[in-house]
Each structure stands twice: as structure tokens, then as C-alpha cells.
């Protein structure tokens, strides 16, 4: 029994010894091929690998892509220092392959070195994901060269001596073959991803970065990607008790920005707003593009694309909640801004389109602009009496109809726009109604390749190509006929010729015992010009626009499910703008008009906006 106590005591004891100890590896094999395994993409084994050549002091890397005896390859080589020396000058290949997670710029970071990146002494090991052999060459301080062999899946590694007549500088490594599904790894996308991956380290360390792409016979230079945004300039010093992030954003209209997160110039993720703690705030925006680099975050060993979530993660989280708000500001007042150009150039594209159809259509029935009054008060009109319309080209009815900003283009335009050889011709109207056997009167505008109306060396030819009509005038800018005695349509063309140049035009004029009441028998309200038109966020009222009479504006509903649809895209919303245009303008220009006769004025009106509407 004392024997059998004893031995329980001793069990005890031992029991006791073993609830502390040590964290050890149980497989070691086990353990290098988890390791290995651990960076799932091969594009970012490729950067750690040029990496290494900038760490190394490198100022000029080549990246070759190629195929020798029908096996696919990839061929790193530097001009850096080299793999480190052993006491005989030789490189030390058995330090590196048996120092996996032991790395020397680990102990050089502790002495305070900075620019140097990778610490876990795992990046060699990141070349299971590219192919099935590495060979990693350097040569010795006498010159000689030395290669390590490392296959995928074998725990062992070969050291041999090359012969070669010419030392290896630096350091070349290569894998190969390349495995069966990396076979789209372009030098393209090679090219791209490190212009982006490395982007500060390539900036700052000058190293100048050559990809050959012998497969595909193309070569590209690494240059670190430029963002096409505008910078924002004084933003916010952040500085944190780990030390300072640094901040290069640039606000861009695209909606497709992104941030990426970088340490110490190297990419961490791709776009900023993947992390959790920035979800659905301005960094999600699309508005933002550009890097944010905190040099102390702490990094997951085996991707190196994910952040450990520890305290120097929490600095860096709060630290970005202020210059959020601030960001957030800027990113609104950016937005309004931008709504407010892009109306005015919708705007411009509007006038634009609706005036071209305005010398498409019969203008005793569209006169918004008043422009007869207007430009036969000025003495630069004709005869208006039967449709025929004054200086009715692109250049007077801006001025008639938006004189705030004619004084200004008319002083330009005396300067230095003069029209240029024919271009273009158009019929003006080149649709319009004719009563039986009266008088109708057309006009051709004739423009230059940037529009501006052209009056000299001119030489008009119309004629009759369908339906009867008898010209009273002809052979100049001006025709007028006498319509038919019976109703039908009638198709005449205008040939105009200035030199060797020749331009046509046709237009339809519908002969007719019975007119339309254009205006319902009275107007009652005066023509005001084209109105411009703005927002209103009205998302529980079902109307989509109103005319405001007395700001002679249309006010659009941008809360309205429809506007909210054509908002996708700016054709889109052009259209729906133009439509909504066109509604509004009949509706007030055709007063006491009944039901189906607005819905033809506004058909009639659309087809011809849209055909201009750019």
C-alpha cells in the first residue's frame, strides 16, 4: 500500500508539471505546407517576390513570362544585393530554407530601420501557388554562381554549383512549370496589379520594374498607378500614439472610386470600404479614390491581405471617425456641386435639342421664343407672314431666347468665329400644314461643320418631287409656293451648292381644308423663352413636374419613382428630362386644346427634339 501511495504521488506530481509548458509544432511538415498553402493569390506571391528584390536594394527588376521545352515559366531578376553571404562569401541558401518564419528584416525592423517590408520569413514558400519548382540563384563574393532547388510538396531542398562564365547580379529566381490554372496570367495583368499593389513602394524606392511577356511578344513598364480624380488638398493630420496615417484621396465623379488600405506602401485591400467598421459611410460612396497607409497596422502572416483586429487597429478606427465627418461634408458639398453642372449641361443639351426642332416645326404654331417680333424689331428679319421665319438660325435663337448670355457669346463670335465652308443644310420648317390654295413660304439654313450659319457663295436649287405646287419664288435662300386646290402632301428639296460642295435637304408640308386650333382660340399667357428647370424631392406626391409661372422654371420631381428609374444612367435621365420638357410646353403653348390634340402637338414635338437630342 505505501509502495502503491508513493507511485500515486508520483503520478501527481508529474500530472502537475504538465498544465504550463510551451506551444510546439507537432508535424513540422505538416506545419510548412499549411504555411504555404496560406496566400491564395498568385499575383500577390509575385509582389512579395519583387518585394524581396526592393528590400534588397534593387534598382531595376525584370519580370519574364515565357515557355522553354514546352513548360510555361516566370523569371524574377534583380540587380540588389543578393541572397545574404555565409562566413565563405557563398550564398547562405541553408540559412533560408531552414529558417522558415525566422526572418532578418524582422530584427531589422527592431533596430529601427523603416522601409523594409515582411517579417514572417514565409514569402519563398508562396511559390507552391504560381508553379511546382523553384530555383533560386545568386553568386558568391568570388564570383561564382550557386542555385537552391524547392519543389512543391517535397520537404527537401538541393544546393549545386552553376557553370557559368559570368557572375549572377543580384538575385534571379524562377518557377516553373507554372500550374495548369494561372495559364490567363498575363503580362497585362501583371503589369496592372503591381502598378497598384506596390504603387508608393515602387514611387519611392525609384526601382524601375520591366515585365516581358514573351508569349504574347509584348513589354510593359511598372508605373505606379496615377489617380484620375482631383485632389483634395489640406486634409486633416492624423497622428495616433502608433504613429501618423497618411492620407492621398482624390474625389472622382466616376461612382466607381475606391480606397485602397495600404502599409507602408504596400496594398492591404484593395478597397477600403471592405472593412466593417466603414460600411455605408462615405468610403463606400464611389466618390473617393486614392490610398490610405497606416504603418502600424498588424497583418495576417500568411496572406497578408487581412488585418489583425488588435489595439493598434482600434487607434486606427477612431483615429478615422473625425476625417469620416470631414470627408462626408466635403463628398455633399461635392455631389450639389455636380448636380448643379450636370443640369447645366443637360440644360444646354436641352436648348440645344429644342431649338433644332423648332426649325423643324411650323413656327406659327411653336413661337415660345417670340422670336418674330423680337427679330423683325431688329431689322434683321424677313418677311414672316406665311411661316417664313427671320435670321432663324441656331445663333439667334439662343440670343432671342436666352438674351442674359447673348451680349457676352456675340462679342466672341465678332472676334474670332467666322463660318466656315457649307457643311449642312436644313429646310426651315421641314414639317408643317398648308390651308388649300394659299401661299406657304419655307426657308434653307445653311451651316458649317460647327454649326454656325453660312450666307456666302451660295448658290439654291429647289424642286418639286412629289404633289403639285406652283413656285412663286425659287432659286434662293427663300421659297414660296401656292399650295393645291385639293389636299395632299407635298415633298420639296433644296439643293445648295458653295464651290465643289453640294448639301440637300427635303421637307413634307400637309395640304389641308381643315387646320388645327393651334392654340385652343386664344393664348393667355405671352411667350416667356425656353424655361430652365430644377429639383424638388417630393417621393410621396405622384406628380412628376409643374411649370412655375411666375420663375418661368420647370420644377422636376427627382422623388419621383420614375425620375429615380432614369437616374441609373444620363442618357437616360436626358430623355425622360426632355419628355418632361415637352409635356410641360405644349401643355401651357396649346391652351383649350382638347385631350388628343395635345397628345399629337406633343408627338409631334418629341419626334423632332429627340432626333436632336445629344
Known amino acids: 500500500m505505501i509502495l502503491g501511495w508513493g507511485t500515486a504521488m508520483k503520478a501527481t506530481r508529474k500530472s502537475k508539471t504538465r498544465t504550463t509548458g510551451k506551444l510546439r509544432i507537432g508535424n513540422d511538415w505538416n506545419a510548412i505546407s499549411i504555411i504555404a498553402l496560406a496566400q491564395s493569390n498568385p499575383l500577390k506571391a509575385v509582389a512579395e517576390f519583387v518585394e524581396n528584390s526592393i528590400d534588397a536594394g534593387a534598382r531595376h527588376i525584370t519580370i519574364v513570362r515565357g515557355k522553354e521545352q514546352g513548360e510555361s515559366y516566370l523569371l524574377i531578376t534583380d540587380d540588389g544585393e543578393g541572397i545574404r553571404k555565409n562566413v565563405d562569401g557563398v550564398p547562405d541558401f541553408r540559412f533560408v530554407a531552414t529558417h522558415i518564419c525566422d526572418s532578418f528584416k524582422k530584427n531589422i525592423k527592431a533596430d529601427g530601420i523603416r522601409a523594409i517590408q515582411g517579417e514572417f520569413g514565409i514569402g519563398l514558400l508562396s511559390f507552391w501557388t504560381l508553379g511546382e519548382t523553384l530555383y533560386l540563384a545568386s553568386s558568391s563574393t568570388a564570383g561564382r554562381n550557386y542555385q537552391m532547388r524547392m519543389d512543391r510538396d517535397d520537404p527537401s531542398y538541393r544546393i549545386k554549383t552553376l557553370r557559368s562564365l559570368l557572375p549572377c547580379e ?3 529566381l524562377k518557377v516553373k512549370p507554372l500550374l495548369p490554372g494561372i495559364r490567363s496570367f498575363t503580362g497585362e495583368k501583371l503589369e496592372l496589379f503591381l502598378a497598384s499593389e506596390l504603387r508608393d513602394r515602387i514611387r519611392d524606392s525609384g526601382v524601375l520594374i520591366t515585365v516581358i511577356d514573351r508569349q504574347t511578344r509584348k513589354q510593359y513598364s511598372v508605373v505606379p498607378r496615377q489617380f484620375d480624380g482631383k485632389l483634395l488638398h489640406q486634409l486633416p493630420s492624423i497622428p495616433t500614439p502608433n504613429g501618423e496615417i497618411y492620407l492621398e484621396l482624390y ?37 473617393l479614390e486614392g490610398i490610405v497607409d497606416a504603418p502600424f497596422l498588424t497583418l495576417t502572416p500568411g496572406t497578408r491581405s487581412g488585418l489583425i483586429r488588435d489595439a493598434q487597429f482600434l487607434t486606427f478606427s477612431e483615429a478615422l471617425v ?64 406665311n411661316g417664313a421665319d427671320g435670321d432663324y438660325s441656331a445663333e439667334s435663337l439662343d440670343d432671342e431666347a436666352f438674351p442674359g448670355q447673348a451680349a457676352a457669346d456675340r462679342t466672341q463670335k465678332d472676334f474670332f468665329e467666322f463660318p466656315g465652308p457649307l457643311f449642312s443644310v436644313r429646310i426651315s420648317p421641314v414639317s408643317s400644314i398648308a390651308p388649300v390654295g394659299q401661299s406657304h413660304t419655307l426657308r434653307a439654313v445653311c451651316r458649317d461643320k460647327s454649326r454656325r450659319t453660312v450666307n456666302d457663295g451660295l448658290t439654291f436649287s429647289w424642286e418639286l418631287i412629289e404633289g403639285t405646287a406652283v413656285f412663286t419664288t425659287q432659286n434662293d435662300e427663300m421659297l414660296t409656293f401656292t399650295a393645291p386646290a385639293d389636299p395632299g402632301l407635298v415633298r420639296i428639296r433644296v439643293t445648295v451648292t458653295q464651290g465643289d460642295v453640294s448639301c440637300s435637304d427635303e421637307a413634307a408640308v400637309t395640304i389641308t381644308d381643315q387646320l388645327l386650333d393651334a392654340h385652343g382660340g386664344h393664348r393667355s399667357t405671352p411667350a416667356q423663352g425656353l424655361p430652365g428647370y430644377t429639383l424638388e424631392h417630393a417621393p410621396n406626391i405622384l406628380w412628376r413636374s409643374r411649370y412655375d409661372a411666375e420663375r418661368n422654371l420647370i420644377v422636376v420631381n427627382n422623388g419621383h419613382r420614375d425620375f429615380v428609374y432614369a437616374n441609373r444612367n444620363t442618357a437616360l435621365k436626358l430623355r425622360y428630362i426632355a419628355r418632361l420638357y415637352a409635356k410641360e410646353l405644349v401643355q401651357r403653348n396649346f391652351p383649350g386644346a382638347s385631350a388628343g390634340d395635345l397628345l399629337e402637338r406633343m408627338i409631334e414635338l418629341t419626334l423632332y427634339m429627340e432626333e436632336n437630342l445629344r
Not at 466616376?254 to 460600411?279: H, W
Request: aromatic share 6%; net charge negative; glycine share 8%.
Open 322 to 385: 473625425p476625417l469620416t465627418q470631414h470627408l462626408t461634408q466635403i463628398v455633399e458639398e461635392h455631389r450639389r456641386a455636380e448636380d448643379e453642372r450636370s443640369s447645366e449641361r443637360m440644360l444646354k443639351r436641352l436648348r440645344r435639342a429644342f431649338r433644332e426642332a423648332i426649325l423643324s416645326l411650323p413656327v406659327e404654331d411653336y413661337d415660345w421664343f417670340e422670336i418674330h417680333k423680337q427679330v423683325h424689331a431688329s431689322g434683321q428679319g424677313h418677311d414672316v407672314s
Open 170 to 172: 543580384g538575385t534571379e
Open 251 to 287: 474625389l472622382t465623379n466616376s461612382g466607381r472610386g475606391e480606397v485602397g488600405l495600404y502599409r507602408s506602401g504596400t496594398r492591404v485591400l484593395t478597397n477600403f470600404a471592405d472593412l466593417e467598421t466603414t460600411s455605408n459611410s462615405v468610403w463606400d460612396s464611389g466618390n
